[in-house]
Nanobody, 122 residues
Framework: QVQLVESGGGLVQPGGPLRLSCAASERTSRYAMGWFRQAPGKEREFVAAISWSGYSTRYADSVKGRFTISRDNAKNTVYLQMNTLKPDDTAVYYC????????????????WGQGTQVTVSS
């Protein structure tokens, strides 16, 4: 059972940066990892994902060019660097793990963290 713990959320002004981290309880070097978010009253949505090697990444159109996903397999940690944040980015952000990069975005058989709140407001 993979356990995931997110950190790094908080309050940030529009246009500012924030970096989220997700630490795994065990080796996830063979898992695709991803970030999702859920705003109040909305469904959870895909944000970004990265292959086990780090070679392949995928992003939602709404965050392309602003967010960067990366991973450090030696530390069992995945990151989400968020730049030029907008109020619409306000949500609870969830880390996920899945054996396959091709299925992680569908949320099928994902392992989930508990989430971390990101609020973008002046």
């Amino acid at each position: 059972q993979v356990q995931l713990v997110e950190s790094g959320g908080g309050l940030v002004q529009p246009g500012g940066p924030l970096r989220l981290s997700c630490a795994a309880s065990e080796r996830t070097s063979r898992y695709a990892m991803g970030w999702f978010r859920q705003a109040p009253g909305k469904e959870r949505e895909f944000v970004a994902a990265i292959s086990w090697s780090g070679y392949s990444t995928r992003y939602a159109d709404s965050v392309k060019g602003r967010f960067t996903i990366s991973r450090d397999n030696a530390k069992n940690t995945v990151y989400l660097q968020m730049n030029t944040l907008k109020p619409d980015d306000t949500a609870v952000y969830y880390c996920a793990a899945n054996p396959s990069l091709s299925t992680i975005a569908s949320m099928t058989n994902n392992y989930w963290g508990q989430g971390t709140q990101v609020t973008v407001s002046s």
